[in-house]
């Protein structure tokens, strides 16, 4: 058993590069308090959850992007890295971080070359 690697690792996407870290347990757990919610669906007192998954993504890659290359405003001008613009990055490029920060954070480097192929 390990415990969960600190490093930064790159991850590029489309003309930029990524440089992410996995989120700790307690980063985790508050990541999903954030995310979900829990309501009651009638009478009976049963309860459904809900995961609001944007706010999942966005708080994930808010938390696990460290540093970018290759981002660009609206000009063509590159855009140093700042954690609140974040949230301005296409959905697709948060929903593919989001998977990297949260998906591969308990796995080892070995196993996390093996998923990756």
């Not at 600190?6 to 590029?12: A, F, G, I, L, Q």
Request: net charge negative; hydrophobic share 35%.
């Amino acid at each position: 058993m390990r415990l969960i690697s600190t490093k930064t690792r790159e991850v590029p996407v489309e003309d930029a590069v990524f440089t992410i870290r996995s989120l700790d347990s307690e980063e985790r757990a508050r990541l999903m308090e954030e995310s979900f919610i829990v309501e009651p669906t009638g009478p009976e007192s049963k309860m459904r959850m809900r995961i609001n998954l944007v706010r999942y993504q966005l708080r994930a890659c808010q938390e696990g992007i460290v540093d970018w290359k290759g981002i660009k405003d609206e000009n063509g001008k590159e855009v140093p890295f700042d954690k609140n613009l974040v949230k301005r990055l296409e959905p697709h490029v948060l929903d593919t971080l989001s998977s990297e920060i949260i998906g591969t954070a308990g796995l080892g480097e070995e196993e996390e070359a093996s998923l990756r192929g």
